[in-house]
């Protein structure tokens, strides 16, 4: 059966239709502008909807399949589906790609999900807060491209929640505040206006925050299993083993990941820029240009400091977040030229052998 893909096109006139199945996957101009009619027929759009270690769940139009693992892909790409060689399927352009620093003694870049829309970073109103943490999942999707909405959960168990969402707004303000209770209708009413029909959202943030909780009310369903947490310490375990995206009934896609325990930057300068505005902002201000914002005269970041405008704790995070961005990037970067250079080593020695034996 050839399919028809010309709606999936960019051009023609707008008219009030039912979503397509690729829309309601996500499908939007930003991927048809990728790619000919011809191309959609003889390798179909699909997206890759979970990861599993055996490969790449991808789901399209009438495709709902699991493919070997070979394109460099992570959950919510879009994929063009090469039938014949499905590890050489390609990978569209992405809008946005969240990344980190693969956790352990590696230097490998882990991507952890693409084309998401908004990020919703998701903690609790308990000993589970952390500032630190949040500027970390903020520089994190303000890099990516992603627009972040803080989320401050089990509300309901605290007497004032203003302490936390005051923290909370000091992050940035460009990055909205939502307390709310994860269960029951809550989330789906208060949440309506990120989560509307062909979108894709991500819940990010530690294990035991209410990610589940949060997805299982968009969905209107248990379809994740929830656990509590440790009442000693409010950290959690481990729920949600993969990430994974899930169609709610008003027709957005929602990702629940499980918590990361650690979460280095990588290639974020700009993200963390982003984050500290304020910062950057004040250093533009110092009298000399290679400022160190200790003890040279003229400093604007000092005054700042010594007039209460300017927390100190978020200097120091500043500093800490840029230091750990430059070491993990100048990392990546001298494993990516010993990995050329060993290519090229390796086909310099093909070739030699190849003119031996000629």
């Known amino acids: 059966m050839v399919r028809d893909y010309s709606a999936f096109l960019p051009g023609g006139t707008p008219q009030r239709r039912e979503p397509t199945a690729l829309e309601r996957l996500g499908w939007g101009p930003a991927f048809a502008s990728q790619i000919d009619a011809g191309a959609l027929t003889e390798t179909p759009p699909v997206r890759v909807v979970a990861v599993h270690r055996s490969g790449l769940q991808v789901a399209g139009d009438g495709i709902d399949e699991t493919i070997p693992p070979g394109p460099e892909a992570t959950v919510g790409d879009w994929l063009l589906l090469d039938r014949a060689r499905p590890r050489s399927s390609r990978v569209l352009e992405r809008k946005s790609l969240i990344k980190r620093r693969a956790p352990g003694t590696g230097r490998e870049v882990q991507l952890i999900a693409a084309n998401i829309d908004t990020v919703f970073v998701v903690t609790s109103c308990n000993a589970d807060f952390n500032v630190a943490r949040l500027e970390r999942y903020v520089a994190l999707a303000f890099e990516a491209g992603i627009d972040p909405v803080i989320l401050l959960t089990k509300a309901d168990l605290t007497e004032d929640t203003a302490p936390y969402v005051d923290a909370a707004q000091a992050v940035s303000d460009r990055v909205p505040v939502v307390a709310l209770d994860a269960r029951g209708a809550e989330p789906a009413q208060v949440l309506t206006d990120w989560c509307k029909s062909g979108r894709t959202v991500a819940f990010l943030g530690s294990s035991g925050v209410g990610k589940s909780t949060l997805t299982n009310a968009l969905l209107g369903a248990q379809a994740i299993a929830t656990k509590g947490i440790r009442e000693d310490d409010a950290k959690g375990r481990h729920t949600t083993t993969r990430r994974e995206l899930h169609a709610t009934p008003g027709g957005c896609l929602v990702l629940d990941t499980p918590g990361m325990r650690e979460l280095q930057l990588t290639d974020a300068a700009t993200g963390i820029a982003d984050v500290f505005e304020d910062i950057e902002a004040l250093t533009g201000r110092c009298r000399f240009t290679d400022c160190r914002h200790e003890t040279e005269p003229g400093c604007a970041v000092q005054a ?39 290519g090229k080593l390796v086909r310099r020695a093909v070739k030699a052998k190849s003119d031996r034996e000629g």
């Open 304 to 342: 700042a400091i010594e007039d209460g405008s300017l927390d100190p704790a978020r200097l120091n995070r500043w500093r800490k977040l840029q230091a750990e961005d430059a070491f993990n990037s100048a990392s990546l970067a001298e494993r990516r030229e010993k990995d050329r250079a060993f």
